[in-house]
């Protein structure tokens, strides 16, 4: 796609590029004048060999130790990491002289090390390799640092949250996503090497590196004879950078490989019962946690005892942090995490059995399908086999993430988290983005899904529809504080309060007085019939209904005014006084306008009832 840039950009960058290959063409121009028989061709060739030697050792010491540097650099916070990654590139900013004078001081013939190293340190190959070392590393580290930092940390987290160890993970995760920055890094630093002169001069004028040689030869044969001397300079920069873009791009997977197949898959039928047999029996589990985040505090203590489980709330008030918690990739200040009577709060998460499905899904990038199944430990080749049949994911082996729909990504997720045998399955919004046709059919497959296996379910969601659909237990959140646990359809039968209620997604909220186990008088003489534990006679309460739990009829037990007709999607709601509300009603076959009087019931079961101040 062809893009317009402004010509005044175009100029400068222009201007530069000129200036930039201007030096490289008068090279050129001038190479009629140069003395090639000026040089000792042998010492040129001895110190091509030095350069190249001192510039490899340096650099493999730099990647040994400059990706960990980069990668703590960019995972750890606090002052004294700050006050580090300053300190690693002041080489930038230093003169490679005063560089030179900073080793002397370090590995000097006085100096306690340069004593150890009998002198060793100075005027010697591993002088060239210290000097280069120094004023190299940071473009190394800078490499590293940046690679690590475009990396998600959440993919960090689900590889921990499906059993794999802390080097693990940097193995496996880490450093292949970051190897093509790493690499062009590495390359980068070598060539900062191989042409180091103030440093090295300083430390080790001999033997001669190259551009030591170079200088040297420059002092006595003067300009004419530099051409042969810079000729091999050239010639290997040159190979680097071009090695550089051919190993430092991002290459594309081919699609068009032998597809894998994770094993042969005897029918669905057969497979299904000894998945079933093989799935942990679901574990007892109990939250007491406490943790806090600057001024956020987070308190929760739960106890459910179904299988299927939701955390609702509103956004910050500490659903995914809870969820967080139990995975172990945020650590508890103080309580308990009782799964099958072994609390796992001081546990790793590689050590907590569990998966762990993030909002995004938490997919590598760098695995097709296939490596995402087989990436957990104590996976299930069974298991995995089925659900990968059960979710439509055959023929998607050797698919990349990039490759594949929302959907497709979110199913291989899933299928990824139980192939794996682990006590807990947690789920962090896992509908959140999907647009609503796929979110609706997905949330139907869940719940096809839950029946076929065993293990306890965690969800978190901010969707009263999904939470009233997909589990048994609530615990509903705000503030870091619970409002109110307990089975679902309690819940949402009696809230605990008006906010409560509110982030069930109460409609037609109305407040009246109890004056019976099961009626609150409304005003204007209308007493409404509710189902349900008593109420007690003369409390204030809140309650609520939705549009289609009310059926307009001829005889129906509630009459109102109808005050308008709302158009809301594809349906029609009549807005209805009732006694001192108003509320919105399905209008079903029923035809009524402005001012007319409607009659309609209401399932008293669907209505909502809470306590008010």
């Not at 190479?31 to 000026?38: I, T």
């Not at 190959?125 to 590293?144: C, H, K, S, Y």
Request: with cysteine.
């Amino acid at each position: 796609m062809s893009r317009r840039i402004a010509p005044a950009l175009v100029l400068l960058a222009g201007l530069l590029a000129i200036y930039l290959a201007a030096p490289l063409i008068a090279g050129v121009h001038e190479a009629r004048l140069a003395r090639f028989g000026a040089g000792d061709f042998t010492t040129l060739l001895r110190a091509c060999e030095v350069s190249v030697a001192s510039a490899t050792v340096s650099s493999v010491l730099l990647a040994l130790g400059g990706i960990p540097l980069g990668y703590v650099l960019a995972r750890v916070r606090g002052r004294g990491i700050s006050a580090l990654g300053f300190l690693v590139q002041l080489p930038l900013a230093l003169p490679p002289l005063a560089s030179g004078v900073l080793l002397l001081f370090l590995l000097g013939y006085e100096t306690p090390l340069g004593r150890l190293a009998r002198n060793g340190l100075t005027d010697s190959f591993a002088g060239i390799v210290l000097a280069e070392t120094f004023v190299a590393a940071p473009f190394m580290i800078i490499a590293a640092r940046s690679a690590f930092t475009s990396i998600e940390p959440e993919l960090e987290e689900v590889a921990a949250t499906l059993g794999r160890r802390p080097l693990e993970v940097f193995l496996r995760v880490s450093l292949p996503l970051a190897g093509p920055t790493l690499v062009s890094g590495w390359l980068l630093a070598w060539l900062r090497a191989f042409g180091e002169f103030g440093a090295t001069v300083m430390v080790a004028y001999h033997p001669y590196s190259l551009p030591v040689y170079t200088y040297v030869t420059f002092g006595s044969e003067g300009l004419p004879a530099m051409l042969p001397v810079l000729l091999p300079t050239l010639l290997i920069a040159l190979v680097v950078m071009v090695a550089s873009g051919l190993f430092g791009a991002r290459r594309p997977r081919d699609e068009r490989r032998p597809r894998i197949v994770l094993q042969a898959v005897a029918p669905l039928a057969v497979i299904a019962p000894a998945v079933a047999r093989a799935a942990p029996a679901p574990a007892a589990l109990a939250l007491n946690l406490h943790k806090r985040l600057g001024e956020f505090s987070l308190k929760i203590a739960w106890a459910p005892r179904a299988t299927r489980l939701a955390i609702l709330g509103p956004s910050g008030s500490g659903k995914s942090l809870t969820l967080k918690l139990i995975a172990g990739i945020e650590r508890c200040d103080d309580g308990t995490l009782l799964v099958a009577d072994r609390n796992l709060c001081h546990l790793e998460p590689a050590a907590r059995s569990l998966a762990y499905v993030p909002q995004r899904y938490g997919l590598f990038p760098h695995l097709d399908v296939t490596g995402q199944l087989r990436f957990p430990t104590e996976i299930d080749p069974q298991a995995a086999a089925y659900w990968v049949e059960r979710l439509g994911l055959r023929g998607l082996e050797t698919r990349l993430p990039s490759t594949l729909s929302l959907g497709q990504q979110q199913r291989v997720a899933l299928a990824r988290a139980l192939s794996r045998r682990a006590d807990l399955l947690l789920l962090d919004e896992p509908f959140s983005a999907l647009d609503a046709p796929l979110r609706a059919r997905l949330r139907e497959e869940l719940l096809a899904l839950q029946r076929e296996f065993s293990r306890t379910t965690i969800m978190v969601t901010h969707d009263p529809a999904e939470a009233a659909l997909l589990a048994d237990e609530l615990l509903i959140l705000e503030g870091g504080r619970v409002l109110q646990a307990g089975r679902t359809a309690e819940v949402f039968r009696r809230p605990a309060s008006e906010t409560v209620a509110r982030l069930l997604g109460a409609q037609n909220p109305g407040r009246g007085i109890a004056v019976g186990a099961d009626r609150i008088a409304l005003g204007g003489e209308v007493v409404l019939e509710v189902a349900g534990p008593a109420l007690e006679s003369g409390r204030r309460v809140g309650w609520s209904f939705s549009p289609g739990a009310a059926r307009p009829s001829a005889s129906g037990a509630y009459e109102g005014l109808v005050c308008g007709v709302l158009g809301i999607g594809m349906e029609r709601h009549l807005a209805i006084r009732l006694g001192d509300a108003l509320v919105r009603i399905a209008t079903g076959r029923m035809t009524c306008a402005p001012g007319d009087s409607c009659r309609f019931d209401i399932d008293p079961a669907a209505i909502q009832v809470w306590p008010l101040e």
